[in-house]
């Protein structure tokens, strides 16, 4: 089952100058020579982060939609292989279909390398024509349509143990990549954001709407249909992790109301879970996992013995605490709605927040028993006290995606459950007693 193995890279394209070492490229293999030629046109989206778990899933969907992608990771939290995956199913897509696939080309670097980033951007800048040139009209143009941004990192508990580290990578980083971003002229930019911008609102117990823990005041009707103006800003952010998202929002926000030529859509995603229906894909950290699906799944594989709830005194359902799970390829595909809305100009320019989220709060309970019924095995549970920076409820008010986007999730918990089982069937875990 070790799929980490780096000896599957299919092909190098090109290593760069030693002024970035780091920089380590990759393409679908096609002949540089002839790719080059045809290369000089095409437009492309970034997708930094697009090897870990969410990314990879959205890289898999840009490609499904035609878009030709560029790929930049560091690999801190993800793996080589899962590119070649990615090359597989994309490649075993369009062989099916009879058609080319996009493009896709990987930089093994870390996107706050300054020079690397500048080297990468520089590679898909449109030449000017000599007509440009004579009449001095000579403004970059790139041939970056958008870039998203999954490039953080994002343990809760990590964060307080280690603020500075989460800071420096998921703001900082920001900070920089989006000044070099606006030198090249690329601002369309699909931010990945979290439910957990939405603090201790999360605890109210009601949906959570998009015109809460704003950065410019909002204004929305209730259910009653009474106006109601929120003011920018949040109280009880739990924890470091979940002040960088805010943070990147707020920076965001304040950029794209200094030069109406951002569009950002902050996309605050609730609980992604599941996999590709292939099984070739799925959430694969290099640390201890401790999101819920991967670690039910250490369970399952009888890497961990038991499955830790941490926390029964909710004041939900059940006690245990209730999220709003989403499946991850819904969640996918809404990174490619947001890109589509934007490029038709559906969206106004500036900076504008979406819940990806289905509506449905789900308790730990519900999705343990849900993983039992799709897999047939018992997960032993120990219950244990609330964590450190958890929030009782949180689940999404998903209108605007819909209203805006044309986006909405299809997939059931059942669903998420049944393709995780799917994966690991595949994998040939040991059995575990039947329920
Ligand atoms: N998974 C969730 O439950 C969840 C929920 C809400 C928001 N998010 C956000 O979505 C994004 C993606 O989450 P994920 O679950 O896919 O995480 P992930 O860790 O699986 O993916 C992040 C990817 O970014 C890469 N990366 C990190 N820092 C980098 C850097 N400096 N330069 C280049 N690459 C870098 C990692 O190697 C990894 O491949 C993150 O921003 C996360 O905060 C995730």
């Not at 394209?13 to 030629?37: F, K, N, W, Y």
């Not at 898999?60 to 035609?66: C, F, I, V």
């Not at 292989?81 to 696939?101: A, H, I, W």
């Not at 951007?121 to 143009?141: D, F, K, M, N």
Request: with cysteine.
């Amino acid at each position: 089952m070790d799929h980490h193995s780096d000896s599957d890279i299919s092909s190098q394209r090109h290593v760069h100058s030693s002024s970035v070492s780091s920089l380590d490229t990759q393409s679908t293999g096609i002949d540089d020579a002839c790719e080059d030629l045809q290369d000089s046109d095409r437009e492309y989206i970034v997708v930094v982060g697009g090897l870990g778990y969410i990314g990879s899933h959205t890289c898999l969907e840009l490609l499904k939609s035609g878009y030709n992608i560029v790929v930049i990771d560091n690999l801190s939290n993800s793996f080589r292989s899962v590119y070649t995956r990615l090359q597989t199913l994309g490649k075993n897509y369009f062989d099916t279909r009879c058609e080319p696939m996009p493009q896709m080309h990987l930089y093994v670097s870390d996107y706050r390398d300054e020079a690397a980033m500048k080297q990468i951007l520089g590679e898909y800048v449109r030449p000017h024509t000599s007509h440009q040139l004579l009449e001095g009209e000579a403004r970059i143009e790139s041939r970056i349509r958008g870039v998203i941004h999954f490039g953080a990192y994002k343990s809760v508990s990590e964060s307080i143990q280690q603020p500075l580290k989460y800071y420096a990578n998921n703001v900082a980083g920001l900070v920089e990549f989006c000044s070099i971003l606006n030198s090249f002229q690329i601002k369309t930019f699909v931010f990945s954001s979290s439910a957990t911008v939405y603090g201790s609102i999360a605890n109210s117990g009601m949906p959570l709407r998009e015109e809460h823990c704003t950065h410019q005041e909002e204004a929305f009707s209730d259910h009653d249909g009474v106006t109601k103006t929120v003011l920018g800003g949040c109280t009880g952010l739990t924890n470091p992790y979940g002040r960088t998202k805010w943070m990147c929002e707020a920076i965001l926000s304040d950029l794209a109301l200094a030069d109406p030529e951002w569009t950002v859509l902050a996309l605050r995603y609730f609980n992604p879970v599941g996999c590709d229906a292939s099984g070739l894909l799925r959430e694969d950290p290099r640390g201890v996992p401790t999101n819920l699906m991967p670690v039910v799944l250490r369970v399952l594989t009888g890497v961990s013995p038991v499955l830790d709830v941490f926390g029964t005194d909710y004041p939900t359902v059940d006690g245990t605490a209730v999220r709003d799970f989403i499946h991850v390829t819904d969640l996918a595909r809404g990174h490619i709605a947001a890109l589509a809305a934007a490029f038709d100009g559906r969206v106004p320019k500036g900076f504008r927040t979406y819940n990806l989220g289905s509506g449905k709060g789900h308790s730990v309970l519900d999705v343990v028993s849900a993983v039992e019924s799709a897999s047939s095995s018992k997960i032993p549970l120990r219950i244990l006290g609330r964590r450190e920076g958890d929030v009782g409820s949180c689940v999404a008010m998903p209108k605007r995606a819909e209203t805006e986007l044309d986006w909405k999730t299809e997939k059931s918990l059942e669903t998420c459950c049944r393709d995780v089982c799917n994966f690991l069937d595949k994998f040939k875990r040991p059995a575990m007693p039947v329920v």
